[in-house]
Structure formats: structure tokens, C-alpha cells
């Protein structure tokens, strides 16, 4: 046995992340692979005690299949006989093993221990298919692989629903790796656990293992290598700022297209383990009823589409010489109605034999369209099955540029094809809010089709969505409308966070660009959906309040054509005696003697108390400062409200040494990389210069900037605050400066330089 006093063995040399580009590549592909795994083997079993029967090591998972990226962990089973002094045996493995510093899941058990574990487990039970022989007995090693594989066989179909639960439940925690921007390779749908998933199905007999996915699961195995290499450490997650040294690793020119590559690889993947699951539905169906029935049941679903075995196929009537050219469109909208599969057969029939559409389409096509987009949940895995058999392609000829196609700003969380299909799944909330929900569910579909393009993707896109939108038949009125929705479709959320919405001006210029009630409650709609189907951080109950109070002023202006009243300060602020603190929710209002440096130190107090401000309002009565601001919570906790009152009154006092810690922190602190931009509006307000700030976030920015226009002389009204994820649109109100060019230049300097 070996001496587990002595020095134990040096693990394999792991690549080490920042070497050069062509020894880094040494360590990609299944050569690599390979090495690793053996060199791995060789190494523990050195450390294997020698000459003892019964005993034996079995590599699992990663190791087990020699597929170990760079910084894999170890699965590993010590398989033993009821020897004695088994705890001492596992001890000298796993020690050393954790003072290479290398991950490891272990376990120590007997054979009939195992297989009794994976009788009742699925994760075991698949795990255990990839188990291979490492050192010690080999004999009882082959034993538990062959018994392994013998009852998986025979307990499969059994297991199944509770690796249906499993899989769902990682799939809707990771989400879909084809539509991710940033997702993980290994857990998310379509990723490489799936993989292993549909081997361990095909070892079971049920549903082949098909080139294209292996070759699918190769590609995605080289893609984490680089991840490793790239980063240093095990990681499976692809972030944006790791895409562009993956790509130089795979030998890819243009990280967008590793991304995209990922998304195919991970299509097809995911349309396997779909195409798996069916199959194992049919099988237990088959089996509940006692055996195979004399033919299948068909019932009629829509014209020409009747459900078979728990799928969609064509009717018999369908099938003709020459189809109709609007039958996978009515196929595609059945399927999502009644939240049923299309069958393969019949993809593929409609992909080789359904003719092309005439341009315009004919009133069928249209309506299955808005059927399709306006379907809810069964939306998405119907789009996605034509997607897959280039369904969609036949239909909207510029579908390929969008498809897989990145959004590099990193309040997007999906590629640009899923997300206009998730903004028409989100508008389907909306639609009893609106007089044409049809036009709802186009103008989200088409809303960001100018995307990828160059120029500004609303302009750019407007065309675009116009062309489409005759060419699916609707009548002038509506082109222009869809050509509106398009144009105008961040209107809404930008005025409304960016804007003064008291100011009469900022209601009058929307009413007049918007036009009309009916397009204005589209465009309202349209940006609720568009900013759920971006991401979480598109979206707050801030943002929600905001633009529908922009809309009902709006609607008031176009109905009645009248503007809102200058706002009034709180009648309580206007009285008593100085400092008066009112907190009302997100609502904190301060009124003090008017002084320079009011509105920043109040802003720096909020800051101490981990609120974020997202818009405030100032105004100055027979000498009395007050200053309102809507917050938010930083990490999603209440404020103390007696704390924040006490500083907020200490600091309209002038007391500095409330927010000392604060101000050195945020004079000290910078933004991104990316160089800041300040740009006027001049005539967007009734009463003042807007200055819009666009910069990277960093800590104490409003703090900073507030200061520098306090220092510079300009009297701040209102201001309103955005950030869009690590960026700021920060919009501020001046009174007393803007109104000559070397005014703005001084302002614009003070303003860049606290950035």
C-alpha cells in the first residue's frame, strides 16, 4: 500500500490561462481530450493502493467518458467488496486529489450499494452509464458496468418521468442556450448535460444518438475547452467579454458568429431531446393502454390539421397536387393554439412541397399569422419547430440575417430572433387594452427587424416592417401604422424616463408626434412588451408608473387638447420651520434654506442609505429650497425611515460630516472605459436647457455631477436618472445656463471632467 506519509505525486499540469494563442490551442478538440483523461488515469493510479483485490476506482461523468475540459472537476466511485479499512483506502485517494486543488465528487460503495442508489435515481442511474474502469480490480469494475447498463435498460422507461422533471427544472433555471447571449454550455437547454441525456436515452433503445448531434456536442466540448483556457478556472458560463478570446481559441473571426455557431449547435440538440421525448411519451403510452392499439386515433384539430399520438399531422384532404400555399402557416398556428407538436413527417413534407407565398398573402395566410403570434405559451416551441425545418424562412425571406443574430447591449438577454418572438408572446397581454390587437401582435413582432443594420434600428426598420406588412396583405391605413409603431416604438419608455413630464412642452411634442389615441395605446402596449421580452433590468414598477402617466396626459392632450398645470410644491413644504422631511414610499421630499450644494448633499445621504435616485424635482419659494426625488431601493430592501429622516434633517442643517464618507468615495470613483457624452436638447422644455449625460455608472456618479453643475453655476429644475444595466442616460433640467454657447462649453467641461 502506498505510504501516505510520503510525498504523493504531482497531478497533470494544468494550461494555464494568458500563455500564447498556439499552445493555448494544444489544449482544444478531442485529441486533447483525450490526453487529458489519460494523463488523469495515470496519475491516480499512482495513488491507488497496489496488490489489494476487490477494490477498484471508476471514473464517471466528465473523466468517466474522456471528454474533462482543462479545469474539470473529478467524479469518482472507490467500488469496494465489504474490505476493511475502506475509510483509510478512500482517504489516501481523496486527499491528495483535494491538495492539488482539483474538484472532486466522490463516493465510496459496494456494487449491490450502487445499483441500488440507481435503481431509485436517475442521476445516478445515468451517471453510472458513463462509468469507467481507472485502476484496482478490474473485474468488479466490469461488473458494475455491465450490471449498470443491464438495469438501466430495464428501469428507463420507468425513470423517465423523473428525468422529464429534472431536465425541466435545469432547463427553466438556465433557460435555452440557442436564445441566450450569455448562457451556460453545460446546464442550459440544448447545452452538453442534454447530450449526456440523449446517450443515456439512445443506451436505453429509445431514440438514436443522430450525427449531427454528435458532431453538435463536439462542437460544444471544443467551445468550453477555450472557455477554460480563456478564463483560467472552470467556468461554463460564456459571458460577452470572454466571447472575443473564445473565438480567437476556435479560430472564429467575429465572436457574433461563435455565438451564433453556439446557437445552431445548441438548436440541434434540443430539437434531438424534443424529438426524445416524444418518443418516450409514445412508448409509455403505449404501454399504459396494454399493448399497441389496432391504429392510431385521429381527431380533427383545424382545417386540414388533425391531432395522431398526441401530434399534429396534415389530414388526408391536405394532401394534394398542389397544396395550399397557406397550409404550414395554418399547421404552425393549430399547433400553437392547441399546445401540440407538428410531427416530423409533416415538417418535412410542408418544407419540400408546400409552394411559396403569393405576395400579397391571401387572407388565410394572414389570419394563421396573427393566430400564430397571438397563441401565448404555445407560441414559442411552435415557432421554433418551423424555425427548425426552414418553415419561417419560406415565409419572411429576411428572417436568416435576424436569426441568431447578438444584441450587444447588456440589458438584452436574448438573441434578436427570439426576441421578437418573445415581444409578440408578451404583447399578448395587452391585447383587450388596444382597438387593433392584430397590428399589436405585428408591430411587436417587427419592432426591432432594423436591428443589425446600420443606423438607427427604429428609422432603419421602419421600411423594413413596411414592406413586410404589405407583402402580408394589410391595407395602406395599416402599413403606415405597423411603419408608425416601428418608428416610434422607444418613444414612450424614453420621454418618460428621460423627460419632464410636468412640462407642457413634453406633452405637447408627444401628443403631435404620436397623432392619434388609437396609435398612441399601440405604442403604450408595444413598449410594455418590447422592455419584458429585453430582460429584467428593462423593466421596474418605476418605469411602469412613469410611462403611464406620460400616456394618460397624452390621451387628455389629443382628446381635450389640454396640457398639464405646472406642478405645485407640497403645501406642508411651504410651512414651519426649516428643515421639513417628508418620506412617502418612494417619495423623499426635503425643504431647507435655499443654498448651494442642496440638491448634491441630499443626493449623497440617499446614496448612504443604498437608495438610487431616479428622478427629482426642484424648486425655490421666497427663499426656501425644495427638493423632491423618487427612489429606488439599491438591493431590493426597505429604507430605515427614522435613520434617512434624521440624516436627511442633519444635512438640509448643513451638517457635512452625515455624507463625508460618501462624497470621498464618489470623488474618487470613475466610470467604464467608454468615453462619457454629454448632449443638449434645447428645445424640448418650456422653461430650461436639457442636458443629457451618457456615461458608464460608477459609484456616487449623480453625486459628482450634481456637484460640478452646482459649481458651475447652473440652477438644476428636474432631472431624470436611467440606467440601462452598466450605463447611465442621466437628464437634467437647467435653469441659468445653456442659453449661449460658452455657457454649455463650461457646463459640458465641469459635467465630463466629474465623470
Request: a neutral charge; one cysteine or more; hydrophobic letters at 45%.
Amino acid at each position: 500500500m502506498t505510504n501516505p506519509l510520503s510525498e504523493p505525486p504531482a497531478p497533470p499540469a494544468r494550461p494555464v490561462a494568458g500563455g500564447s494563442l498556439d499552445k493555448l490551442k494544444e489544449h482544444i478538440g478531442s485529441a486533447a481530450r483525450d490526453e487529458r483523461a489519460a494523463a488523469l488515469d495515470a496519475w491516480l493510479r499512482t495513488l491507488f493502493p497496489a496488490h489489494l483485490t476487490g477494490v477498484s476506482l471508476v471514473a464517471v461523468g466528465g473523466l468517466g467518458r474522456r471528454d474533462c475540459a482543462p479545469h474539470s472537476d473529478l467524479d469518482l466511485v472507490l467500488l469496494h467488496n465489504g474490505t476493511a479499512g475502506i475509510d483509510r483506502i478512500a482517504s489516501s485517494l481523496w486527499y491528495p486529489i483535494w491538495d492539488a486543488r482539483l474538484g472532486l465528487d466522490h463516493s465510496v460503495r459496494t456494487l449491490p450499494e450502487a445499483l441500488s442508489v440507481a435503481h431509485d435515481d436517475v442521476k445516478v442511474s445515468l451517471g453510472l452509464l458513463d462509468a469507467r474502469h481507472v485502476a484496482g480490480d478490474a473485474a468488479l469494475s466490469a461488473e458494475l458496468i455491465a450490471a449498470a447498463g443491464d438495469q438501466w435498460r430495464r428501469t428507463a422507461v420507468r425513470l423517465m418521468p423523473q428525468l422529464k422533471e429534472l431536465t425541466t427544472a435545469r432547463w427553466t433555471s438556465h433557460g435555452e442556450l440557442a436564445f441566450l447571449l450569455e448562457g451556460d454550455l453545460k446546464e442550459a437547454s440544448g447545452g452538453l448535460r442534454d447530450v449526456t441525456l440523449l446517450r443515456g436515452i439512445g443506451r436505453a433503445g429509445i431514440a438514436d444518438m443522430r450525427p449531427a448531434v454528435r458532431a453538435a456536442g463536439l462542437r460544444l466540448l471544443d467551445t468550453r475547452d477555450a472557455l477554460h483556457l480563456a478564463v483560467g478556472r472552470r467556468v461554463d458560463r460564456l459571458v460577452a467579454q470572454e466571447r472575443k478570446a473564445v473565438a480567437d481559441l476556435l479560430e472564429i473571426e467575429d465572436p457574433d458568429n461563435l455565438l451564433r455557431r453556439v446557437a445552431g449547435d445548441a438548436r440541434t440538440v434540443a430539437h434531438a431531446v424534443d424529438d426524445a421525448w416524444r418518443a418516450i411519451d409514445r412508448i409509455r403510452s403505449g404501454r399504459r393502454r396494454g399493448g399497441p392499439m389496432p391504429g392510431p386515433a385521429r381527431r380533427p384539430v383545424a382545417r386540414d390539421v388533425v391531432e395522431q399520438d398526441g401530434e399534429l399531422v396534415l389530414a388526408r384532404t391536405a394532401i394534394g397536387p398542389v397544396p395550399d400555399p397557406s397550409l404550414s402557416l395554418r399547421v404552425a398556428a393549430a399547433a400553437a393554439t392547441v399546445q401540440l407538436p407538428i410531427a416530423r413527417a409533416t415538417c418535412e413534407w410542408l418544407a419540400a412541397f408546400c409552394p411559396p407565398l403569393p405576395t400579397p398573402w391571401p387572407h388565410a395566410a394572414r389570419t394563421a399569422l396573427v393566430s400564430l403570434l397571438g397563441s401565448g405559451p404555445g407560441l414559442l416551441p411552435a415557432w421554433e419547430t418551423c424555425d427548425r425545418y426552414g418553415l419561417i424562412d419560406a415565409w419572411l425571406p429576411g428572417w436568416a440575417r435576424m436569426r441568431s443574430l447578438p444584441q450587444h447591449h447588456p440589458i438584452h438577454r436574448y438573441t434578436l430572433d427570439r426576441h421578437l418572438v418573445q415581444a409578440a408572446y408578451e404583447a399578448t397581454k395587452y391585447t383587450r387594452e388596444v382597438d387593433r390587437p392584430d397590428l399589436l401582435l405585428l408591430g411587436a413582432f417587427l419592432h426591432d427587424v432594423g436591428k443589425g443594420l446600420p443606423g438607427d434600428h427604429s428609422i432603419v426598420g421602419a421600411p423594413i416592417a413596411a414592406e413586410v406588412a404589405a407583402r402580408v396583405g394589410l391595407p395602406p391605413a395599416d402599413v403606415a401604422t405597423i411603419e408608425k409603431m416601428v418608428r416610434l416604438h422607444l418613444l414612450l419608455p424614453d420621454v418618460a424616463t428621460r423627460r419632464d413630464l410636468s412640462d407642457p412642452k413634453t406633452i405637447s411634442t408627444v401628443a403631435e408626434t404620436v397623432g392619434d389615441p388609437a396609435t398612441l395605446d399601440l405604442l403604450h402596449a408595444l413598449a410594455r412588451a418590447d422592455s419584458h421580452a429585453t430582460g429584467p433590468a428593462a423593466w421596474s414598477d418605476w418605469k411602469g408608473r412613469l410611462m403611464a402617466e406620460l400616456v394618460g396626459k397624452v390621451h387628455t392632450a389629443l382628446d381635450t387638447g389640454a396640457l398639464p398645470e405646472p406642478p405645485r410644491p407640497d403645501p406642508e413644504l411651504l410651512d414651519g420651520g426649516l428643515p421639513v422631511v417628508h418620506l412617502d414610499g418612494d417619495r423623499v421630499a426635503v425643504a431647507a434654506a435655499d443654498r448651494r450644494g442642496l440638491l448634491a448633499a441630499v443626493t449623497a445621504c440617499l446614496t448612504m442609505h443604498r437608495l438610487d435616485v431616479v428622478a427629482a424635482n426642484t424648486t425655490t419659494v421666497d427663499g426656501r429650497a425644495i427638493v423632491e426625488f423618487y427612489t429606488s431601493p439599491r438591493y431590493g430592501s426597505p429604507y430605515d425611515p427614522i435613520a434617512l429622516a434624521a440624516d436627511l434633517r442633519r444635512v438640509a442643517a448643513g451638517d457635512v460630516s452625515v455624507t463625508q464618507r460618501v462624497r470621498a468615495r464618489a470623488m474618487s470613483a470613475r466610470g467604464g472605459s467608454a468615453s462619457p457624452r454629454v448632449v443638449w436638447q434645447r428645445d424640448v422644455a418650456t422653461d430650461a436647457v436639457v442636458l443629457e449625460l451618457r456615461a458608464a455608472d460608477s459609484p456616487g456618479l449623480l453625486y459628482r455631477v450634481t456637484t460640478a453643475l452646482d459649481e458651475a453655476g447652473a440652477e438644476i429644475r428636474a432631472a431624470r436618472i436611467s440606467t440601462l444595466g452598466s450605463d447611465v442616460v442621466d437628464v437634467f433640467y437647467l435653469v441659468g445656463a445653456g442659453s449661449e454657447a460658452a455657457q454649455r462649453t463650461r457646463v459640458e467641461a465641469a459635467v465630463l471632467a466629474a465623470v
